[in-house]
């Protein structure tokens, strides 16, 4: 049965990647007096690196390899991320990244029904934070039960250490959660941690392979709890059916 809910969120509870993200990473270039912009298919790339500490070492050490040489480079690309999040958040104060279509009804009858919701994603918890406060509620965090985020683990997506913190923390079986991503790391990282995984493709990623996912959607809007149980209940009557 359908204990939980667990969900990424830059993609999948909101688009927050190409005009949130994106532009937080270069105010944050241009308020360090780095000649770094990141354009719309250039940060599409870079998404293949999760966390964002980790893109900014990537493309120095590709596109900047004296920086990313000297010995006080980690400590720039922590005050770069610093930035980079207060950027962030004011975009997301100012209203410019509303939630995807569904999440907000799913989420608000997940709660009435009892089901216990969980969040695994690599970005930090003062964006995950300040969306969930500007697109739900004031106390739209204590909505989920488990937030894991950030630097939670130190192995990012699509490793699946997100995503065993968040259920170690919920003490259930990933069997009896259903994780809902964007990408295709996301996906590799819920099905390695064993979660049933349902996918809703974003702008930056329609076009990758989904393989594994149980169910491939352009957005929740529509999608009720029953749909979801139903895509849950199959997907583990197919995993049970394969492996008897």
Not at 68 to 92: C, G, I, M, S
Not at 146 to 156: F, L, M, N, P, Q
Not at 174 to 202: F, M, Q
Request: proline content about 5%; hydrophobic content about 45%.
């Amino acid at each position: 049965m359908l204990q939980a809910l667990i969900f990424d969120v830059d993609g999948t509870l909101a688009e927050t990647e190409r005009d949130g993200h994106r532009l937080a990473f270069n105010a944050a270039f241009k308020e360090a007096g780095l000649p770094w912009h990141w354009d719309v298919a250039l940060y599409g790339e870079l998404l293949a690196v999760t966390g964002g500490k980790e893109r900014m070492t990537h493309f120095a050490r590709q596109h900047a390899p004296e920086l990313a040489a000297r010995p006080d480079f980690a400590n720039l690309v922590r005050k770069l991320h610093a930035l980079k999040t207060d950027f962030y958040v004011q975009l997301v104060h100012a209203g410019r990244l509303p939630l995807r279509p569904g999440i907000g009804a799913l989420l608000r009858a997940a709660r009435a029904a009892g089901l216990r919701l969980a969040i695994a994603t690599t970005t930090s918890p003062e964006n995950v934070s300040a969306l969930l406060r500007a697109s739900l509620a004031p106390d739209a965090e204590r909505w989920f039960e488990v937030i894991g985020a950030g630097d939670a683990v130190s192995a990012k997506k699509p490793a699946p250490d997100i995503y065993l913190w968040v259920l170690d923390r919920l003490g259930l079986p990933a069997a009896a959660c259903l994780a809902i991503e964007d990408s295709v790391n996301g996906l590799r990282a819920a099905r390695a941690a064993g979660l049933p995984t349902l996918v809703t493709e974003a702008q930056y990623t329609r076009d990758e392979d989904f393989l594994g996912a149980l169910s491939i959607l352009p957005d929740l809007g529509g999608v009720t709890l029953e749909t979801l149980r139903r895509i849950h209940s199959d997907g583990i009557d197919i995993n049970a059916n394969l492996s008897s």
